[in-house]
T-cell receptor, first 110, second 113 residues
Framework: NAGVTQTPKFRILKIGQSMTLQCTQD?????MYWYRQDPGMGLKLIYY???????DKGEVPNGYNVSRSTTEDFPLRLELAAPSQTSVYFC?????????FGNGTRLTVT | EDQVTQSPEALRLQEGESSSLNCSYT??????LFWYRQDPGKGPEFLFT???AGEEKEKERLKATLTKKESFLHITAPKPEDSATYLC??????????????FGQGTILTVHP
């Protein structure tokens, strides 16, 4: 099993550009999550999904959108990138217990 | 509002020098506390879940304990490979979702040979 796979690993965006961060898992987990991690801060929940077709907002959803059309995939969309979205983004999945994280996408918005 | 505070922010140890990391929390109706380990450039990796005050769990040189206000991660005779950032987290709002978590800011542990 590959676990949770995130692409790309790194990306630089200009202010106002859009992009999609990809996340896929091969563990057949129902629950999937997007967190962001900023230096000196704890991880913050952006969006989560309890199954295909069902998504909900977390703590810091503004500026982001998600969709969940399959169990495996949970992409995160940034529509109009802003410098405040410079961060490391982690996707995670779970069955009923602890989280399994991907290795992150480091995004810089300049 | 849930709060999770970890201390110290950074800890430097010599190999073999035992110590403890602290995680204090303010949440109504704790339903579990999680410890994760994060290596540079990687995602967090699960270590322990503690469910109730007085509970202890061990894994190799690590032992996690829980009281009603805080959790400790004790590291006995650490090795350089224990160097990492250690994160603790609690379910948001005292809920039962183990994926919707409030994280502390982490403790960066460095173990020198």
């Amino acid at each position: 099993n590959a676990g949770v796979t995130q692409t790309p690993k790194f990306r630089i965006l200009k202010i106002g550009q859009s992009m999609t961060l990809q996340c896929t898992q091969d563990m057949n987990h129902n629950y999937m999550y997007w967190y962001r991690q900023d230096p000196g801060m704890g991880l913050k929940l952006i969006y989560y999904s309890v199954g295909a077709g069902i998504t909900d907002k977390g703590e810091v959803p503004n500026g982001y959108n998600v969709s969940r059309s399959t169990t495996e995939d949970f992409p995160l969309r940034l529509e109009l990138a802003a410098p405040s979205q410079t961060s490391v983004y982690f996707c995670a999945s779970s069955f009923e217990g602890h989280l399994h994280f991907g290795n992150g996408t480091r995004l810089t918005v300049t | 509002e849930d709060q999770v505070t970890q201390s110290p922010e950074a800890l430097r140890l010599q190999e073999g020098e035992s110590s403890s990391l602290n995680c204090s929390y303010t949440v109504s109706g704790l339903r579990g506390l999680f410890w994760y380990r994060q290596d540079p450039g990687k995602g967090p990796e699960f270590l322990f879940t503690l469910y109730s005050a007085g509970e202890e769990k061990e894994k190799e040189r690590l032992k996690a304990t829980l009281t009603k206000k805080e959790s400790f991660l004790h590291i006995t005779a650490p090795k350089p490979e224990d160097s990492a950032t250690y994160l603790c987290a609690v379910p948001m709002g005292g809920g039962t979702s183990y994926g919707k978590l409030t994280f502390g800011q982490g403790t960066i542990l460095t173990v020198h040979p």
